[in-house]
């Protein structure tokens, strides 16, 4: 299953600490346990077993197995005909789609009350939590969604809100993420951008506080489509 | 092939999916004769492949494991799998040279340098074949391909004083050797030493494409001519005369590396940190 890591420059460069046992000790200390992986025995590889577990290639033990990026045959041998490749790229929506409550979809933050909902996916959804809560001290009703996983998109968790102003927060002009908030949203999705810098917590909750009272985004710039 | 076929290749994929009359199943037979010699067993050898006609037509022949990497990325994919890998346990490759000597040469010059034991055999067939015949880094001086209809215009790296294995030698490559599909005995003996050879190891064979690149830039449309064109332009003999104007391949083994050499990266990174472990810390200086 192809899984795509969508991440921004902030986390790409960030640092933080990564304990690595070095002893046996150590890894008991860390509640860390070295499972043997197992494999697949071949020499048919597909559908794979119900096990999550086992890859159906791991190389090295032997089993006929075939890695590689090409599309797999049921048996596991790779193909170019044209139909293949749309069975198996319909066989994969279709198995994430249908497994989609076992992936994380979303943090909810102070969303029950809310008039303004911000959401954010990857570091600038950090200022946000702090946002809401300086919000909130100042009395306004501001929420917030961090996104965790962009696709299938947590349409569920948009449709079980009450309305609200929603405020994209993203490290990019004119919005991208916007555009499936006004889909799932059902419509009020504001934009709020920037590249190369966080927004400040400042800024956004003078955003909350102009979408709460039904006033336009204010804007340094007005050829620059940082918030709308 | 049949017999090789049987005891090497999986039955659903012994069939090979190459045009009738193209050179590579030669190159694909020399290598499985190479292995029989020297007694490798399936699982004993995990068989990578790159892309284009070699990759693609060789991809999962093999009965043990098999992997690809896309265009160029297999000698990385090939040096993580060293490593992960029991030593020994063998690691051949088979790509093209569009894939080696153009689109992956950063990631094999790296992986020479490195010298991860695994072997690398470059099917040449003179350019892009599997995309319908473009030019690429080995495609002779003048040839008329698809994207040469003029002859080829761009500096090869196989003329005028330039010759790849010379690079792969200064990045570090432990043992090379270069052959034709039509020589027999003397190239399955170059593969047998390259996989033998404990480090970075590859094998440059130059076989006829009779689809495309024969076909538009000699105009040869026949198999047996290709072949014919082919061994007229090998020359597996250092004292051969051939006319220096005339492109030809001088076959055999080029560069052989002495055992004080670069250690193998495996061997070495393995070295490294079980002094950590023991003593810890390394000499940085
Ligand atoms: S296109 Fe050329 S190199 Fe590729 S399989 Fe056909 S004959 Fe061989």
Redesign the pocket.
Same mark, same amino acid.
């Given at each position: 299953m192809p899984i795509t890591l969508l991440a921004d420059q902030i986390v790409i460069d960030g640092w933080e600490t990564l304990p690595l046992p070095e002893t046996s000790a150590d890894a008991d200390a860390l509640g860390l346990r070295v499972a043997e992986r197992k494999a697949h025995p071949g020499p048919d590889f597909y559908p794979t077993t119900a096990d999550l577990d086992v890859s159906p290639v791991v190389l090295g033990r032997n089993t006929g197995a075939a890695c590689s990026d090409w599309t797999p045959t049921e048996e596991g041998f790779d193909t170019e005909e044209v139909e293949a490749q749309h069975k198996h790229a319909w066989r994969l929506i279709y198995k994430v789609c249908n497994n989609r409550h076992l992936l994380p979809r979303a943090e909810e933050i102070e969303v029950a009350d809310a008039d303004v909902i911000f959401v954010a996916y990857g570091s600038p959804s950090r200022v946000v939590k702090s946002a809401v809560r300086e919000a909130r001290r100042q009395g306004l009703k501001a929420g917030a969604l961090r996104l965790r996983t962009l696709w299938p998109f947590p349409d569920e968790i948009f449709h079980r809100q009450r309305p609200v102003k929603w405020l994209s927060v993203e490290l990019n002009y004119d919005g991208q993420l916007v555009r499936e908030i006004q889909r799932a949203g059902g419509g009020g999705a504001h934009f709020l951008g920037r590249c190369g810098e966080l927004p400040g917590v400042a800024e956004l909750v003078e955003a909350a506080r102009s979408l709460s009272a039904g006033r336009p985004l204010t804007v340094s710039d007005p050829f620059a489509k940082e918030a709308w | 092939m049949d017999r090789l076929a049987t005891k090497y290749l999986k039955p659903r994929k012994a069939l090979s999916t190459?045009?009738a009359g193209?050179g590579?199943g030669q190159v694909h037979k020399k290598i499985l004769l190479a292995i029989e010699q020297l007694g490798i067993a399936d699982g004993d050898l995990v068989w990578g492949a790159g892309i284009g006609?070699t990759g693609r #037509?060789i991809f999962n022949t093999w009965k043990g494991d098999n992997f690809a990497g896309t265009h160029g990325r297999v000698y990385a994919l090939a040096t993580g799998l060293r490593l992960a890998l029991p030593p020994e346990k063998k690691i051949l490759l088979t790509v093209g040279d569009g894939d080696a000597f153009g689109i992956g040469l950063l990631h094999l010059l790296h992986c020479a340098r490195r010298n991860a034991d695994l072997t690398v055999i470059v099917a040449d067939?003179f350019g892009y #074949?599997?995309t319908g015949g473009q030019y690429a880094w080995t495609t002779p001086d003048g040839a008329v391909t698809d994207s040469s209809p003029h002859g080829m215009q761009d500096p090869n790296w196989m003329q005028n004083g330039r010759d790849i294995l010379d690079m792969l030698r200064a990045a570090g490559a432990g043992f090379l050797a270069r052959y034709t599909s039509v020589e027999g005995r003397n190239a399955v003996s170059g593969i047998r030493q390259a996989i033998e050879h404990r480090g970075f190891s590859l094998v440059h064979i130059i076989y006829p494409?009779?689809?495309?690149f024969f076909s538009k830039a000699p105009g040869i449309r026949q198999p047996a001519d290709a072949h014919r064109w082919l061994r007229d332009r090998t020359n597996p003999s250092p004292s051969a005369e051939f006319p220096a104007s005339e492109l030809t391949f001088k076959t055999g083994i080029f560069h052989r590396a002495g055992h004080d050499t670069t250690p193998e990266f495996g061997e070495q990174l393995r070295a490294f940190t079980k002094k950590i472990r023991e003593g810890g810390g390394h000499d940085t200086r």
């Amino acid at each position: 299953m192809p899984i795509t890591l969508l991440a921004d420059q902030i986390v790409i460069d960030g640092w933080e600490t990564l304990p690595l046992p070095e002893t046996s000790a150590d890894a008991d200390a860390l509640g860390l346990r070295v499972a043997e992986r197992k494999a697949h025995p071949g020499p048919d590889f597909y559908p794979t077993t119900a096990d999550l577990d086992v890859s159906p290639v791991v190389l090295g033990r032997n089993t006929g197995a075939a890695c590689s990026d090409w599309t797999p045959t049921e048996e596991g041998f790779d193909t170019e005909e044209v139909e293949a490749q749309h069975k198996h790229a319909w066989r994969l929506i279709y198995k994430v789609c249908n497994n989609r409550h076992l992936l994380p979809r979303a943090e909810e933050i102070e969303v029950a009350d809310a008039d303004v909902i911000f959401v954010a996916y990857g570091s600038p959804s950090r200022v946000v939590k702090s946002a809401v809560r300086e919000a909130r001290r100042q009395g306004l009703k501001a929420g917030a969604l961090r996104l965790r996983t962009l696709w299938p998109f947590p349409d569920e968790i948009f449709h079980r809100q009450r309305p609200v102003k929603w405020l994209s927060v993203e490290l990019n002009y004119d919005g991208q993420l916007v555009r499936e908030i006004q889909r799932a949203g059902g419509g009020g999705a504001h934009f709020l951008g920037r590249c190369g810098e966080l927004p400040g917590v400042a800024e956004l909750v003078e955003a909350a506080r102009s979408l709460s009272a039904g006033r336009p985004l204010t804007v340094s710039d007005p050829f620059a489509k940082e918030a709308w | 092939m049949d017999r090789l076929a049987t005891k090497y290749l999986k039955p659903r994929k012994a069939l090979s999916t190459a045009c009738a009359g193209c050179g590579l199943g030669q190159v694909h037979k020399k290598i499985l004769l190479a292995i029989e010699q020297l007694g490798i067993a399936d699982g004993d050898l995990v068989w990578g492949a790159g892309i284009g006609c070699t990759g693609r #037509q060789i991809f999962n022949t093999w009965k043990g494991d098999n992997f690809a990497g896309t265009h160029g990325r297999v000698y990385a994919l090939a040096t993580g799998l060293r490593l992960a890998l029991p030593p020994e346990k063998k690691i051949l490759l088979t790509v093209g040279d569009g894939d080696a000597f153009g689109i992956g040469l950063l990631h094999l010059l790296h992986c020479a340098r490195r010298n991860a034991d695994l072997t690398v055999i470059v099917a040449d067939n003179f350019g892009y #074949q599997s995309t319908g015949g473009q030019y690429a880094w080995t495609t002779p001086d003048g040839a008329v391909t698809d994207s040469s209809p003029h002859g080829m215009q761009d500096p090869n790296w196989m003329q005028n004083g330039r010759d790849i294995l010379d690079m792969l030698r200064a990045a570090g490559a432990g043992f090379l050797a270069r052959y034709t599909s039509v020589e027999g005995r003397n190239a399955v003996s170059g593969i047998r030493q390259a996989i033998e050879h404990r480090g970075f190891s590859l094998v440059h064979i130059i076989y006829p494409c009779v689809t495309h690149f024969f076909s538009k830039a000699p105009g040869i449309r026949q198999p047996a001519d290709a072949h014919r064109w082919l061994r007229d332009r090998t020359n597996p003999s250092p004292s051969a005369e051939f006319p220096a104007s005339e492109l030809t391949f001088k076959t055999g083994i080029f560069h052989r590396a002495g055992h004080d050499t670069t250690p193998e990266f495996g061997e070495q990174l393995r070295a490294f940190t079980k002094k950590i472990r023991e003593g810890g810390g390394h000499d940085t200086r």
